[in-house]
């Protein structure tokens, strides 16, 4: 995110604000996925409050050949600069963290950015920075961030070194559709909404993501560049995630989402198809993978006793994962070959199907925006997600984009479409196989609703049969959060 534009995260700049409010040294914990805008939170945070001195510092990538020596050779380059002073050298973290006490005022803010980088080649650098920590007495905000979640949950909220000092923990969530079209209309991108949600559900609402689309050329052309020419951005990007979140066992998460990016599966299926040995570490690698924000775990449930089965359907809920993995990976010798330099995006084979899935992730992702749009409230649901019906001797198998269950036994069941063309009436015996297949308790109500973007035929429009149907343009029109400047 630039440093002139800062959009959304208004729960989250509050929340930081009235910790800092308090004058106490107080210490905050950040977490999300890479390019999410973790840092940049905290600088706007330091911005705002006034702080005396914000210090920044960053761990390095671990690429091969960097020491612990190397990480602390960069806090000290870094600590140098702030003081704008000659560099120094720190032969134990210890020594630097005393250092920094000598220099920090009452109201300073210090971010640790990427922690996990910091830490990786010394096991003494958390105790020492708990020992540290401890004995500060001032009013200060010491803040941990970074995208390696499952090494901040392990070594610092779940850790016993820093049991009963975190203040505050934040996960840093992508931007809303509405804050996203926002950002891009500031950016100076001027977009028809199908390529406004072309570009969304491509990226989903990573700011740095966003960032780097140009407002100087079509929204078709920003993606050739960034996804379909060498070296392109988003052609890049899969491979500094998985190198600086997973390291060596990269190979084994990439086989994981491989066999995700079809659909959603249950852990036999995916232990199956990735011919995983029967064990419990896949279980604890599907929540490594959660965790880092590419993954989410859907249970599903009994319409009669709204009770979670046994069986869980996992997806891929990051939108650039799955289209890297579903779109780019596979064409990734052509890409090399400049083989989409003249290529028309229209005219790549099942390009628009490809966008329709991506756009259900992206909605997935935007529950609250659903549920306005349908009129419920969150505490009236019993459960809600994408849905399953496995096929048995007893039951045809049908999916279903998104289900919601009421308290009322309702059963909100949505269908999103996104197309150039208008809908036509097709669409309602569509619905009415798919909504008979569902086997359902006697006196519960199936109401169809419709999600779309290409507005629907007059005939679909005037027809009874759908309870709500709902153009997905007015998401992009809703009032968005304010700019902070």
């Known amino acids: 995110m630039s440093n002139k534009l800062f959009i959304g995260r208004k729960t989250e700049l509050e929340r930081l604000k009235a910790i800092y409010k308090k004058k106490a040294s107080s210490l905050i914990v950040v977490k999300g996925r890479r390019r999410i805008g973790k840092s940049r939170l905290i600088q706007e945070f330091a911005k705002k ?84 920590w401890d004995k500060q007495a001032i009013h200060m905000v010491l803040v941990f961030c970074g995208s390696v979640s499952t090494w901040i949950e392990e070594n610092i909220l779940k850790s016993t070194s820093f049991f009963g000092r975190i203040n505050l923990t934040i996960s840093l969530e992508p931007f809303s559709i509405s804050e996203s079209s926002e950002f891009l209309q500031n950016l100076g991108m001027q977009l028809s909404h199908y390529d406004m949600y ?48 997973f390291n060596t066992k990269g190979t084994t998460y990439k086989k994981i989402l491989d066999s995700l990016k079809d659909g959603a599966r249950t852990l036999l299926e995916i232990r199956q198809s990735i011919e995983f040995a029967h064990s419990g570490t896949l279980s604890q690698m599907m929540d490594h993978l959660i965790v880092a924000g590419f993954v989410v775990k859907q249970p599903l449930w009994s ?71 349908l009129g419920i409230s969150p505490v009236d649901i019993v459960r809600g997600g994408p849905y399953r019906q496995t096929k048995t001797t007893t039951q045809q198998g049908c999916q279903i984009d998104y289900l919601v269950q009421s308290k009322t036994n309702c059963l909100f069941i949505c269908e999103f479409k996104f ?67």
Do not use: C
Request: aromatic share 12%; no cysteine; net charge negative.
């Open 49 to 132: 409050s006034n702080a005396q001195t914000f210090w920044s510092f960053a761990g390095l990538a671990p690429e091969d050949g960097i020491s612990a020596q190397e990480q602390r050779n960069n806090f000290a380059h870094q600590f140098a600069l702030v003081l704008k002073i000659p560099p120094m050298t720190f032969l134990d973290w210890s020594d630097a963290f005393e250092h920094l006490s000598l220099h920090i005022k009452s109201g300073d803010i210090i971010l640790f950015d990427e922690i996990s980088w910091m830490a990786s080649k010394d096991p003494t650098f958390i105790p020492k920075l708990k020992a540290w």
């Open 198 to 245: 072309k570009l969304l559900s491509i990226v989903g609402g990573i700011p740095w993501y966003l960032e780097q689309f140009n407002p100087n050329i079509t929204a078709d052309d920003n993606i050739k560049q960034l996804a379909f020419e060498k070296n392109g951005l988003l052609v890049t990007e899969f491979d500094h995630i998985f190198h600086d979140l």
């Open 303 to 373: 319409f009669k006793t709204t009770e979670p089965l046994k069986q869980s359907l996992y997806r891929i809920s990051d939108p650039y994962m799955r289209f890297y993995l579903k779109v780019i990976e596979p064409n990734l010798g052509a890409i090399a070959e400049g083989g989409f330099n003249q290529v028309p995006l229209s005219t790549m084979p099942g390009f628009e199907t490809h966008l329709g899935l991506q756009l259900e992730a992206l909605l997935l992702q935007n529950r609250p925006l659903l549920l306005q749009k």
């Open 419 to 485: 197309k150039r063309r208008e809908i036509n009436r097709e669409i309602i015996p569509e619905m009415q196989e798919k909504i008979s297949r569902l086997k359902t308790p006697k006196g519960f109500a199936k109401l169809a609703v419709l999600f779309h973007l290409s507005g629907v035929a007059s005939s679909v429009a005037t027809d009874p049969y759908f309870y709500r149907i709902v153009d997905i343009a007015d998401f992009l029109e809703i009032e968005s959060i304010k700019i902070n400047k």
